[in-house]
Nanobody, 124 residues
Framework: QLQLVESGGDLVQPGGSLRLSCAAD????????IGWFRQAPGKEREGVLC????????TYATSVRGRFTFFVDNAKNTAYLEMSRLKPEDTAVYYC?????????????????WGQGTQVTVSS
């Protein structure tokens, strides 16, 4: 399993932007599927954006399509979630996850390595 560390969570106003980071400890991510998930208080953890290890498949939650994007800096062993036009309903703890040779589905059971989460709060 990978050790993943998220960062970048913050308090942001509605309509604002935020970038979350997910750093892998000493391992390049180019053979891993990456998933971003979130969990709001009292709700189940949901998949937000997931990409396959090949990069050929990307799965978006309908609620974030067109607002959230993803990229990986392999030189830094870090994946990023770029969030824009944030809404109060985006408030949650955000988690990154990784799975070697993963398919890019956004099912929790398809990922075995998880970060500790970072809090994103969207409020005026």
């Amino acid at each position: 399993q990978l050790q993943l560390v998220e960062s970048g969570g913050d308090l942001v106003q509605p309509g604002g932007s935020l970038r979350l980071s997910c750093a892998a400890d000493g391992v390049t991510l180019d053979s891993y599927a990456i998933g971003w998930f979130r969990q709001a208080p009292g709700k189940e953890r949901e998949g937000v954006l997931c990409i396959s290890s090949s990069g050929g498949r990307t799965t978006y939650a309908t609620s974030v399509r067109g607002r959230f994007t993803f990229f990986v800096d392999n030189a830094k062993n870090t994946a990023y979630l770029e969030m824009s036009r944030l809404k109060p309903e985006d408030t949650a703890v955000y988690y990154c996850a990784a799975q070697r040779y993963g398919s890019g589905s956004c099912s929790r059971q398809d990922f075995t390595s998880w970060g500790q989460g970072t809090q994103v709060t969207v409020s005026s």
